[in-house]
């Protein structure tokens, strides 16, 4: 039960906290703006308001309306994988719950005004330029967590594993 209650947590937390960064952006910036929070970051991050109807950090711009059955399907998927999650396990609920509320984040805004808004603004000169949301960050943040929590248990059951073998042969 309580990872379920981690899951429901995590998920309404990211949601929250993407669609308050979104509303305060459509707010206080106008299409295409640019802002510098951190002056001292210039040019490497700004908060530039724009609108993508791709997938996370703006690829594939014309295909909207598949990546929001993607993104359902992704919903659907991690749930169904997290019914598998161990009772005691802490960090996966939580990871879970940043994929699935990131996608509903960016769902939300498909739903609402037909593209996802992306204002977080990073750039490498000559190298990159890139601007995407509290979502695409949750959704990255929280695969990588799975990759490591489950890196990190199947590291452990081997080391288990090899320290049990060890003490048996030494008997």
Same mark, same amino acid.
């Given at each position: 039960?309580?990872?379920?209650?981690?899951?429901?947590?995590?998920?309404?937390?990211?949601?929250?906290?993407?669609?308050?960064?979104?509303?305060?952006?459509?707010?206080?910036?106008?299409?295409?703006?640019?802002?510098?929070?951190?002056?001292?970051?210039?040019?490497?991050? !700004?908060?530039? !308001?724009?609108?993508?109807?791709?997938?996370?950090?703006?690829?594939?711009?014309?295909?909207?309306?598949?990546?929001?059955?993607?993104?359902?399907?992704?919903?659907?998927?991690?749930?169904?994988?997290?019914?598998?999650?161990?009772?005691?396990?802490?960090?996966?609920?939580?990871?879970?719950?940043?994929?699935?509320?990131?996608?509903?984040?960016?769902?939300?805004?498909?739903?609402?005004?037909?593209?996802?808004?992306?204002?977080?603004?990073?750039?490498?000169?000559?190298?990159?330029?890139?601007?995407?949301?509290?979502?695409?960050?949750?959704?990255?943040?929280?695969?990588?967590?799975?990759?490591?929590?489950?890196?990190?248990?199947?590291?452990?059951?081997? !080391?288990?594993?090899?320290?049990?073998?060890?003490?048996?042969?030494?008997?």
């Amino acid at each position: 039960m309580q990872k379920w209650i981690i899951l429901a947590c995590a998920t309404c937390l990211t949601v929250t906290v993407d669609q308050v960064s979104k509303a305060w952006v459509r707010a206080n910036l106008a299409p295409y703006e640019s802002v510098a929070p951190i002056p001292a970051l210039l040019p490497l991050f !700004r908060l530039t !308001r724009s609108s993508n109807t791709g997938a996370a950090f703006g690829l594939l711009p014309m295909a909207g309306d598949i990546f929001l059955i993607i993104a359902l399907c992704i919903i659907v998927g991690m749930l169904w994988y997290f019914r598998q999650v161990s009772p005691r396990e802490r960090l996966i609920p939580f990871a879970i719950g940043l994929v699935i509320g990131g996608a509903l984040g960016n769902v939300a805004d498909r739903i609402q005004f037909g593209h996802v808004i992306d204002f977080i603004h990073y750039q490498i000169p000559h190298l990159i330029s890139n601007v995407s949301n509290l979502a695409d960050h949750a959704i990255v943040s929280g695969v990588m967590l799975v990759i490591v929590a489950n890196g990190w248990r199947e590291y452990r059951e081997k !080391r288990r594993l090899r320290n049990t073998g060890a003490a048996e042969s030494a008997k």
